[in-house]
């Protein structure tokens, strides 16, 4: 597994932007897809978006496409999340996730699909 670490969660008001960022431990981390998930209280754990391994495709979540952006530095072992016109439905905790070395599907969407998870970072988006 990889050690995640999320950082730059906080609260805002609706309209505003956070960038998020994940650091990862470990050389395998340039071979492995990258997602972000949420979590909101009583809520079911979703897919956010999803950056492969080249940094050259994602996938995004219908709610969050065209205002949310990720991205990843290799050579930093940093994923990025750059969340623009938040609203409060976006508030839950944030998880940053890395799928095995060996996954070469396109699940991303799919929590099962990711090995690795760090602990979470909180965004509150007030109205």
């Known amino acids: 597994q990889v050690q995640l670490v999320e950082s730059g969660g906080g609260l805002v008001q609706a309209g505003d932007s956070l960038r998020l960022s994940c650091a990862a431990s470990?050389?395998?981390?340039?071979?492995?897809?990258m997602g972000w998930f949420r979590q909101a209280p009583a809520k079911e754990r979703e897919f956010v978006a999803a950056i492969r391994s080249s940094g050259r495709i994602t996938y995004y979540a219908e709610s969050v496409k065209g205002r949310f952006t990720i991205s990843r530095d290799n050579a930093k072992n940093m994923v990025f999340l750059q969340m623009n016109s938040l609203k409060p439905e976006d508030t839950a905790v944030y998880y940053c996730?890395?799928?095995?070395?060996?996954?070469?599907?396109?699940?991303?969407?799919?929590?099962?699909?990711?090995?690795?998870w760090g602990r979470g970072t909180q965004v509150t988006v007030s109205s």
């Open positions: 470990g050389r395998t981390f340039t071979n492995l897809a």
């Open positions: 996730a890395a799928t095995s070395p060996s996954y070469s599907g396109t699940y991303y969407y799919r929590s099962g699909t990711y090995d690795s």
